[in-house]
């Protein structure tokens, strides 16, 4: 289908926040993804049919390997600090 998982980051097709699926199940209606996310610091989560989400695409700059400090960037402005 749309390659959707337990730890998928996806986002509504009309738009929204960013949000990790946390699991997934059947219904009578169809497969839904029990979504969370944080608006601010407080938690939120929602349940939404799988047909209605997109996966985000990953940003090849944080492809496998990239850590802060160790990919060549400026060392200060690691969070590791």
């Known amino acids: 289908m749309n ?3 337990p730890g998928s980051v996806v986002q509504l097709k009309s738009g929204g926040p960013y949000m990790t699926v946390a699991k997934l199940y ?3 209606r ?3 993804a029990q979504c969370d996310w ?3 610091t407080k938690a939120q ?3 939404y ?3 209605s989400l997109n ?3 990953e940003d090849p700059s944080s492809a496998s390997g990239a850590v802060a400090g160790l990919s060549g960037e400026d060392p200060s402005a690691s ?3």
Do not use: C
């Open 3 to 5: 390659n959707i998982q």
């Open 26 to 28: 059947d219904t009578d």
């Open 30 to 32: 169809g497969p839904r």
């Open 38 to 40: 944080f608006e601010g």
């Open 45 to 47: 989560y929602n349940s």
């Open 49 to 51: 049919p799988l047909t």
């Open 55 to 57: 996966v985000k695409e």
């Open 79 to 81: 969070w590791m600090r």
